[in-house]
């Protein structure tokens, strides 16, 4: 996955939907590059967020019925979202060394799935609750793939 110092191809359709994507700090996934218009750092955390979205996204055909469904179906773009943002925790918790800094990652990952830049569409209880769902979700299958395969 690359990273450009960019706007997306598609940032003007974008904003036409989200008007706080034009902010500094927003970063974008398509077709297997990370737009970075602000130059912010991206930490580990969001490139594990970035990293399901171009995954989902798939080769660039995709990529751009992918972003169709996602600026147009507010329930395609919340699943997506709450798959990236579920990575995005785990990975935090990853590297928590207690339940404290776990809580709290969760509860800044919940924050900004349930923010206005994504339409607020869950309040940040709900957020935190599926998020971490979610992830117990994605453990259990990682598992449950470790046995089949050894």
Known sequence: MKIIIDRPPNFKDIVSVFPMASNKGVIFAF?????????????PELMAHERVH???????????EWWNSYLNDPDFRYYEELLAHSQEYMTLADNASNRNQKRSALKSVANKLASPLYGRMVSPKQAGKQIFNRAVDMIEADMIKERLYK
């Open 31 to 43: 077709n297997n590059t990370i737009y970075n218009p602000s130059n912010i750092i991206i930490t």
């Open 54 to 64: 171009c995954a989902r996204q798939g080769n660039e055909a995709n990529t751009l």
